[in-house]
C-alpha cells in the first residue's frame, strides 16, 4: 500500500503563505544515486522518476528503488513505493485516480509495458487494463478527462501510425485515431492543457508541416490541427512548456538558455537569460521558478541573440533561479552543484513547498548535501 500523507502534517504546513520561497536552502530528505528527471505530487506524497536504482532514506538506511520512487514532500521520508522497472523514467504525472509514468522501460513488476504505464495510487499496483504500447520512447504524458495525450519519439501507438504526438484513451489505452497532428523532424518532450488546447514543446522542426510551429506550438486537444492563433516565434529546443492564468511560460534551452513569458497568441512579453540551458520551468504563486544547468543570470531582461547579458551585469544562480511575474530577478540562490543541474521543478498543489529533480548533489555553495531531489518550503 501507498502510505497517504499524515494530516496533521499536512493541516500544520497549510497554513504557509502559498508560493512564499522561506530559503535557499532544501529540507532534508531521501536521496538518490542517480538522476531524477522529473517529480509530481498526490497531496504530500511526491512521485519522482529516473535514472536511478537506488535510495537514500533520511535515517542513512538504503533501499532500491528501479527508476521510481515516492517520498513524503511534508517529512522527506522515502516512502514504501517500489515498483520494478527495467528502464529509465522520463515523466511521472498523476491524474484522478492514477499515476503515469513514462520512459524508455519495457518492463513493470514482470509484466511487459511498452515505455508508459500506470499504477493505481490508492494501492500502488499496476493498471493491467491500460496499455497503449508506444513503439519508441515517451517523454510527456497529459491526461485530459477521457483522453491522455503521449509525447516522444515513438512513430505509432498501439499500431497505429502517429509519430512524435498521440491521443490514447484513459480506459484501456486504445489509440484515438481522430487525433491526428502532423509533427516532424525530432521530439516531443512536454506537453500542457491549457486555454483548450494542447501545447506542445520539444525539438521537433515542424508541426502542420510550417517550421513557424516548431519548437514550441498548439493543437487542437480533438483533431491535432495546428491551432494558428497562438504564435510563439521560438527556433530552439524548448524542454518544457507551462499554463498559467492567461500566460504561458517555456524553458528554452538555446541562446544560452532562457524562461520565456508569453500571451495566449504567443507574444513575448519578456524573457530571463542565463549562461546555460534552461530545463524546466514553474509558476510557485507569484514567482516563477527556472531551473538547469546554468550558473550565472543576467541581472536584466535584455539579452542579446546568444543569451549574452546586454547589460553587461550577471548575478551568481546555480542552477536554479526565481523571478516575479514581470521576470524581474529575485534573490533566492539555492547555488546548487552538478554539470546537468536541475531538470524538473514542481510546486506542491497547495504552494506549501517546490520539489526540484536532478543531478546536482549540493547546495548553498557546497555547504550541504542534497542528492538529485529536493524540497524547498
Not at 507551462?242 to 519578456?270: K, M, N, S
Amino acid at each position: 500500500m501507498i502510505t497517504l500523507f499524515v494530516l496533521l502534517g499536512a493541516l500544520f504546513i497549510a497554513q504557509a503563505p502559498a508560493g512564499a520561497i522561506d530559503s535557499s536552502l532544501p529540507q532534508a530528505s531521501a536521496s538518490f544515486n542517480d538522476q531524477v528527471l522529473k517529480v509530481d505530487y498526490d497531496g504530500d506524497i511526491v512521485y519522482s522518476g529516473g535514472l536511478f536504482t537506488r535510495a537514500r532514506n533520511t535515517d542513512g538506511t538504503f533501499s532500491r528503488r528501479n527508476y521510481l520512487a515516492a517520498v513524503n514532500s511534508a517529512t522527506g521520508v522515502l516512502l514504501p513505493f517500489a515498483p520494478a522497472l527495467n528502464g529509465t523514467v522520463h515523466e511521472v504525472k498523476t491524474s484522478g485516480d492514477h499515476l503515469y509514468i513514462a520512459g524508455k522501460f519495457t518492463e513493470v513488476d514482470g509484466v511487459a509495458r511498452s515505455r508508459v504505464a500506470r499504477f493505481w495510487l490508492d494501492t500502488g499496483k499496476l493498471d493491467t487494463a491500460w496499455n497503449p504500447k508506444p513503439s519508441a520512447a515517451v517523454y510527456s504524458i497529459e491526461p485530459v478527462g477521457s483522453t491522455v495525450y503521449l509525447g516522444g519519439t515513438f512513430l505509432s501507438v498501439g499500431g497505429f501510425a502517429q509519430p512524435a504526438l498521440a491521443a490514447v484513451s484513459a480506459v484501456n489505452g486504445a489509440p484515438v485515431t481522430t487525433f491526428k497532428p502532423t509533427v516532424a523532424e525530432g521530439a516531443v518532450r512536454d506537453l500542457q492543457y491549457g486555454h483548450d488546447r494542447l501545447y506542445v514543446a520539444g525539438a521537433f522542426g515542424t508541426m502542420g508541416g510550417d517550421k513557424k510551429y516548431g519548437k514550441l506550438g498548439a493543437v487542437n486537444p480533438s483533431t491535432g490541427a495546428v491551432d494558428t492563433s497562438f504564435v510563439s516565434k521560438v527556433y530552439v529546443l524548448t524542454r518544457e512548456v507551462e499554463v498559467a492564468g492567461d500566460r504561458v511560460y517555456a524553458a528554452l534551452d538555446g541562446r544560452g538558455g532562457e524562461i520565456r513569458a508569453f500571451t495566449r497568441a504567443g507574444e513575448t512579453l519578456w524573457y530571463q537569460a542565463v549562461d546555460g540551458g534552461m530545463q524546466t520551468v514553474e509558476v510557485w504563486g507569484s514567482t516563477v521558478i527556472g531551473g538547469g544547468h546554468f550558473d550565472k543570470a543576467c541581472v536584466t531582461n535584455h539579452a542579446g541573440p546568444l543569451g549574452q547579458c546586454v547589460d553587461g551585469v550577471r548575478a551568481e544562480r546555480g542552477k536554479l533561479l526565481a523571478v516575479d511575474m514581470n521576470g524581474k530577478l529575485l534573490d533566492w540562490n539555492p547555488a546548487a552543484n552538478g554539470v546537468v543541474g536541475a531538470w524538473d521543478a514542481t510546486a506542491h498543489p497547495s504552494g506549501t513547498n517546490l520539489t526540484v529533480g536532478g543531478s546536482f548533489t549540493t547546495f548553498g555553495g557546497g555547504t550541504q548535501e542534497q542528492k538529485r531531489l529536493a524540497v524547498f518550503d
